[in-house]
């Protein structure tokens, strides 16, 4: 049982550079988010998805890109890395979109992505 | 203003004790309220609900103050285990009438043997 599948674990980017973050669930869950983490702040939401063909913006979308064209991926592009991107990336993703997070519809986390961006 | 407040810690706890943290969030209108777990370097994962009336799961006691904005965590008889971040969560109403969620920061907690 994958759960959330997230590649790579680890990166690092060069200013300006692009890449893409892998995200895949098996679960068929309705709804899927791209976080990032950083030092003394809460997880903030970059960009989620209720369903295949759904995208909308979180908290901080600037400068990154989402697309949803099948139920299973929700891949996060970074279209020119900036040293502020730098951080730590979790894909996340729940049965609900009504209340993501919730008892429940739990969130499911990937493992994480450590991007460095120099 | 952050809209959830976390003493971010660290708790240095002795084994067998118990611990309290609480959580403040500045938005009157969130309905729903949670405690996320994270080991260092890993995923969050889900460790409670916060209901209105209160909560226990287990060593674990959740409880909600709705008047004046805060969620707290008490835990009995702390393990070695139990060190890890704790994450106060809260949600909040989206444009779609959805909710999303709103993390604080955490607090880290460390049980010494």
């Known amino acids: 049982n994958a759960g959330v599948t997230q590649t790579p674990k680890f990166q690092v980017l060069k200013t300006g550079q692009s890449m893409t973050l892998q995200c895949a669930q098996d679960?068929?869950?309705?709804?899927m988010s791209w976080y990032r983490q950083d030092p003394g702040m809460g997880l903030r939401l970059i960009h989620y998805?209720?369903?295949?063909?759904?995208?909308d913006q979180g908290e901080v979308p600037n400068g990154y890109n989402v697309s949803r064209s099948t139920t299973e991926d929700f891949p996060l592009r970074l279209l020119s890395a900036a040293p502020s991107q730098t951080s730590v990336y979790f894909c996340?993703?729940?049965?609900?979109?009504?209340?993501?997070?919730?008892?429940?519809?739990?969130?499911?986390f990937g493992n994480g992505t450590r991007l460095t961006v120099t | 203003r952050k809209e959830v407040e976390q003493d971010p810690g660290p708790f240095n706890v002795p084994e067998g004790a118990t611990v309290a943290f609480n959580c403040t969030y500045s938005?009157?209108?969130?309905?729903?309220f949670f405690w996320y777990r994270q080991d260092c370097r890993k995923e969050p994962k889900l460790l409670m609900s916060?209901?209105?009336?209160?909560n226990e799961d287990g060593r674990f006691t959740a409880q909600l103050n709705r008047a004046s904005q805060y969620i707290s965590l008490l835990i009995r008889d702390s393990k070695l285990s139990d060190s890890a971040t704790y994450l106060c969560?809260?949600?909040?109403?989206?444009?779609?009438?959805?909710?999303?969620?709103?993390w604080g920061a955490g607090t880290k907690l460390i049980i010494k043997p």
């Open positions: 998805s209720v369903g295949a063909g759904i995208t």
């Open positions: 969560v809260v949600t909040k109403a989206r444009a779609d009438s959805n909710y999303q969620l709103i």
């Open positions: 916060v209901y209105s009336s209160g």
């Open positions: 996340a993703s729940s049965y609900s979109g009504r209340v993501p997070g919730s008892y429940n519809s739990p969130l499911h």
């Open positions: 938005n009157s209108a969130s309905q729903s």
């Open positions: 679960m068929n869950h309705e709804y």
